[in-house]
């Protein structure tokens, strides 16, 4: 059976890997408008486009996708505000990530590394201290950063079959092809998949980092529901995904990453050895219930439940005069915010690194404006919601040791004071 993987935008009924029609509504966080289409004050009293957010899951394949997909020349404007090597942390993440896979697969000094979606190039800055070849592929203007400030050779495109043939000529063929958290945000995804056959080795690795589907439903991360995130898959939906060309994972690995990743080692069939992982993964899926309804249920009424209490609590802060702000402003907080409606009123402000490109915006939908964080410790708030909460150990332990006295609400997986 084939299978059209280059969805095109707007509504969406079937499932965008194995095709099947029997898709069942997961949970609807409302009409948002994009998470990174921060606004300036200038474009506070215009007219804001939003667009459907529903997540559903496929009854065949388990994987489960937006019924709306919003074209990604929309989302990736060349303006999109995200930068990876931000944060520290996530920094020290690519690089351990880097040495691993060199080690993995045993690659060979001077093998050409491609990333696709390379944002600041922070991940190939891993790979070319290991010695490799590196190349980036990034649709925006952060390309010009890895660039000019990183030094890392970056193409500014979206990733498409006719740029692979391009880079074949002038660079070779890649033995290690790498997307991270990009792969589940593509719409024209067979595209991606044809580019990925033209550029790839005979004995290259494909490895792609996505949020995985268990950690989403375990840890209650709603909010991992975006526009950007067409896709959230799980390990049987890829295992399907690359059978289709031919491919197979040969190896699989969790993270930790945003709270939970699946990272997938793919090669042509054949062209690798299996580590058992893959089929260890596969019964975990099946021992966990994912091809049944009720472990969807229980996530769909938890988020229902966090969204009431935190509401309840923001309520109360303001109805006792305490003062209740928030602090990070990572794309899912505009998902969380905007579907429990949390306003300025209740929230004044979003407390963000002094490096961030989101200083002096405001958050869609909400309008709550996004402030640098050493207010946090000027001010001494009686409370601070951790937007980040995924990251939310080492920014407590960084907000402490800056003399903050604040105590700390998390707002997921369940609302808890610290
Ligand atoms: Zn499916």
Known sequence: MTVDHDVAPGPLNRCQICGSNSLELVLDVGHQPLCDSLLTIDMLNAAETSFPLRLFRCEVCTL?????????????????PYRSGITKELSEYQQVFADGVVKKIG????????????????????????????????????????RLENDIETIQS????????????????????TTTNVFAHMGPLGEVMRGILTLLDNDGVFITESHYLMDVLEGAQYDTIYHEHIRTYSLKSLVTLFKYYNMEIFSVERADRYGGNIRAYVARKGTRQHDGSVADLLRLEDAKGMSKPGIYKSFRDNAYQTRDELMEFAYKAKLNGRRFVGNSCPGRCSTLLNFCGMNPELLPYLAEQPTSLKLGMYLPGMHIPVVENSILMEEQPDYVLLLAWHYGKPIMEQLRARGLKSKFVMPLPTVKVI
Do not use: H, W
């Open 158 to 177: 979206f990733f498409t079959e006719n740029l692979s043939e391009n880079i074949v000529k002038d660079y070779g063929k890649a033995k290690v092809i």
């Open 107 to 146: 690659l060979d000094e001077s093998s050409l590394c491609v990333d696709i979606g390379s944002n600041d190039g922070t991940l190939l800055t891993g790979f070319k201290k290991n010695n490799m070849r590196i190349l980036g592929v990034e649709p925006t203007n952060i390309a010009k950063i890895a």
């Open 64 to 80: 489960t996708q937006l019924d709306y997909v919003v074209d990604g020349a929309i989302v990736y404007k060349p303006d999109y």
